[in-house]
């Protein structure tokens, strides 16, 4: 009978510290992930009881636009829903938070979801905060999320992309970067969506409306500015010319190079030709006028002179290659392959053959020549505030790395003054003195994408303002605009000046 009831107790006990267990590892080590479970609804219902903090665009000096924000519910008894009052043209910033946010990763996009943790007061940094919440009985509030985003810059870019897709164009994006700081002035992408659409507390508007983003063949939803690659054209040039310089294979912007009429590629049948198989000066030009008429042969035997390990080198350290990149929404990288070929390193040295780019890296190239060769990491996030408005995160701009000498970026800044400077420049038209008082320094491309023959041309341009009190580099691609000095540099200049306060 003792024995019996030995063993009865020590099961008893058995059973009870491995209650005692499973209740301690649920409340201290599996409390994150129990919040974040889907069909927890106490948590899913508590999410539209917090005011989610602000998303500011602060990016002007003097000047804030709120394009995100929290707003009580008529007659939802303490319950907010998000609204974002600019809509379409701060959609690729912002991103949106809906109804799903806390049971599907389709809930979040944009700032909203990378800065998710502090807009909705769950970061640790804002533990104090939330303390004195448990004493006043004030709801849980997120922190306030400033941002580098110029407002006049980012709807200066959104009409200009919506224009110049009205005019032919499929799609349009693009990116302004203060080159010393690397802070993001404008990202934006056209067609673009009503993040409020989405920002609903009702589920079936959220499917109808989702669905119907979804499905639209224009892709609404895809951030082209950091999440869609083209290829750069002779844009690139501007790479070929810094490895040029660099690896002492051209002395100087005044140094001579070959540029035949038409030049057969290294070990193949193929044949390539300038613009309109067009002569390049006197067949050795300079490398600056070689540049400001965007001479396709100049560039292609310039490549195979430095090869294309060299090429890929220096393609990397312009942030190619790069699948870490956040600012701080995850950047698509751009590629430059390493090629032995010389054919194909020739063709890739003016920006065609597998080159591939976003229009943040397009600004980002501009940007690196502005900065004295320097290339900054690209950020969004100015700072954060607690809703007492303590600071509680400051951006520190940091260099991703030195890219050329600042004399070798003073040759290219020569170089790029010249294409829109000399009458003969291919972006004298559009962003020169006919179009502008602003002196410009650029880089244009005109991108054959592959997609057939009869499809038009990409457009391209890269570009930035020398010795401006407001620094500004900017990297615009219009998909099927043509002639990138047509359709992407005046899209550039319109950015430009809505930054500068002119128009």
Do not use: W
């Not at 895809?222 to 083209?230: D, E, S, Y």
């Not at 751009?334 to 229009?359: H, M």
């Not at 995160?393 to 970026?409: E, K, L, R, Y």
């Amino acid at each position: 009978m003792n024995q019996a009831l030995r063993r009865l107790s020590l099961a008893c006990l058995a059973m009870f510290l491995v209650l005692m267990i499973s209740v301690n590892y649920l409340q201290v080590f599996r409390v994150s992930s129990l919040a974040a479970e889907p069909y927890n609804s106490r948590v899913f219902n508590q999410q539209f009881k917090n005011m989610r903090g602000q998303i500011i665009a602060s990016g002007d000096s003097g000047q804030q636009v709120v394009i995100a924000e929290s707003r009580p519910v008529k007659g939802g008894k303490g319950v907010f829903m998000r609204y974002y009052p600019q809509g379409p043209a701060f959609a690729p910033v912002t991103g949106y938070d809906s109804i799903y946010a806390t049971t599907s990763p389709y809930g979040l996009t944009g700032i909203e979801k990378a800065e998710n943790k502090l807009l909705n007061g769950t970061a640790p940094s804002l533990a104090v905060y939330n303390l004195k919440g448990l004493f006043t009985g004030k709801p849980k509030q997120g922190a306030s999320v400033y941002l580098t985003i110029s407002p006049k810059a980012q709807s200066a870019a959104y009409q200009a992309l919506a224009k110049a897709v009205a005019a032919g164009g499929k799609s349009a994006a693009a990116v302004a970067i203060d080159p010393r700081t690397g802070a993001i002035l404008a990202l934006a992408s056209y067609p673009s969506y009503d993040p409020n659409a989405l920002a609903t507390l009702d589920g079936t508007k959220f499917n109808k409306a989702d669905s119907r983003l979804v499905h639209d063949p224009n892709q609404p939803l895809l951030n082209r500015a950091i999440n869609a690659t083209f290829p750069p054209g002779s844009t690139f040039k501007l790479v070929t010319s810094t490895t040029a310089f660099s690896t002492h294979k051209v002395a100087n912007p005044n140094s001579t190079i070959p540029a035949p009429q038409s030049y057969h590629l290294p070990g193949s049948q193929n044949v390539l030709t300038n613009d309109y198989n067009s002569p390049c000066g006197n067949g050795n030009p300079t490398i600056t006028l070689a540049l400001t008429l965007s001479c396709n042969t100049a560039f292609a035997k310039l490549g195979v002179t430095v090869g294309g390990p060299a090429l890929h080198n220096y393609a990397n350290l312009f942030g190619f290659n790069n699948p870490n990149l956040t600012i701080p929404l995850p950047v698509s990288p751009s590629s430059y392959p390493l090629l032995t070929d010389p054919a194909q390193t020739a063709q890739s040295a003016i920006g065609q053959y597998n080159d591939l780019v976003t229009p943040l890296q397009e600004a980002m190239i501009a940007a690196t020549v502005a900065n004295h060769g320097t290339l900054m990491r690209p950020y969004l996030v100015q700072r954060v505030t607690a809703p007492d408005q303590s600071v509680v995160q400051q951006a520190q701009p940091t260099a991703m790395q030195q890219v050329m000498t600042p004399q070798v970026a003073s040759y290219l800044t020569t170089m790029m003054e010249s294409v829109t400077q000399n009458p003969s420049g291919t972006a004298y038209q559009t962003a020169g003195p006919p179009s502008t008082s602003i002196l410009i320094a650029g880089k244009t491309g005109t991108a054959q994408n592959g997609v057939s023959n009869y499809n038009p041309d990409d457009a391209v341009f890269t570009c930035f303002v020398p010795n401006a009190s407001q620094p500004i580099a900017v990297g615009v691609i219009v998909q099927g605009g043509g002639f990138g000095a047509d359709a992407a540099a005046p899209i550039a200049l319109k950015i430009i000046q809505a930054y500068l306060g002119q128009h």
